[in-house]
């Protein structure tokens, strides 16, 4: 594949050691100090871009992208208010769009297990449920993407929830996101379920951020000659 990626920071530098690892070209790097060139990729024979920026800046990136027929994986959070558009944008042009909050195969399955969990706990009234994750100093967003899906997830399965907080919460309707931000923690989500004598914890600790980078080239690989929009559900058959 001849690989565009837009976002040049750490995550995007794994990336194009990854891609280059399985044989893949890093065709064009689009950063803060040539951004507008993202107009002009349509003439670069780019086969797939893959986005880590920022949310102000993502909408704007992946639409660009979109409008050229470049089909886009997208692990920026933060954005999402505006994906109705974007799925818009991918039917009227054909094009493949891939969005994953994290693209670690573990966090992937870590999702399925506790939407697993939810769903028997949903029987099981006497445990309440909450999320913590923890994540480096750099991370601009605040509940993570992460977390969010956790949230989504648990919402859905479990009748007694019905939105979720980024604070405590003495209302039991309301799922609790804890967050925090230390040093350089690569990324660590909980799913705690709390009775009167027993508590049950899931919980996902990244390593490194080669997991997540990983899961983004294997994205792309699924993605290619794809139109839809996809997630990590579909790459993995979860």
């Not at 951004?35 to 003439?43: P, R, V």
């Not at 914890?201 to 792309?220: C, D, I, K, Y």
Request: aromatic share 6%.
């Amino acid at each position: 594949m001849n690989i565009a990626i837009i976002g040049y920071g750490r995550m995007g530098r794994t990336i194009e050691n990854i891609a280059k690892t399985r044989g893949h070209n890093i065709q064009t790097i689009i950063d803060v100090d040539n951004e507008e060139d993202i107009h002009n990729l349509k003439e670069e024979k780019i086969d797939i871009a893959i986005e880590f920026t920022r949310p102000e800046s993502a909408f704007s990136n992946i639409s660009t992208l979109l409008q050229q027929k470049i089909p886009v994986i997208s692990g920026t959070t933060g954005w999402l208010d505006k994906m109705d558009e974007i799925k818009a944008l991918v039917e009227s042009t054909g094009t493949g769009f891939l969005y994953a909050p994290n693209f670690s195969v573990g966090v992937n399955l870590f999702f399925a297990i506790s939407e697993y969990a939810a769903k028997i706990m949903n029987n099981i009234p006497d445990f309440d449920v909450k999320i913590e994750e923890v994540h480096h100093i750099h991370k601009l967003d605040s509940p993570s993407g992460t977390a969010i899906q956790l949230a989504q997830d648990v919402i859905q399965a479990l009748d007694r929830k019905e939105k979720w907080v980024n604070e405590k919460s003495d209302v039991p309707s309301e799922l609790e996101i804890l967050s925090s931000r230390e040093q350089e923690v690569a990324g660590i989500h909980r799913v705690i379920y709390s009775g009167l004598a027993d508590i049950i914890q899931l919980e996902h600790t990244a390593t490194s951020r080669e997991g997540f980078a990983t899961g983004a080239v294997l994205a792309a690989e699924f993605l290619i000659g794809k139109k839809g929009v996809y997630s990590m559900k579909d790459v993995l058959n979860l």
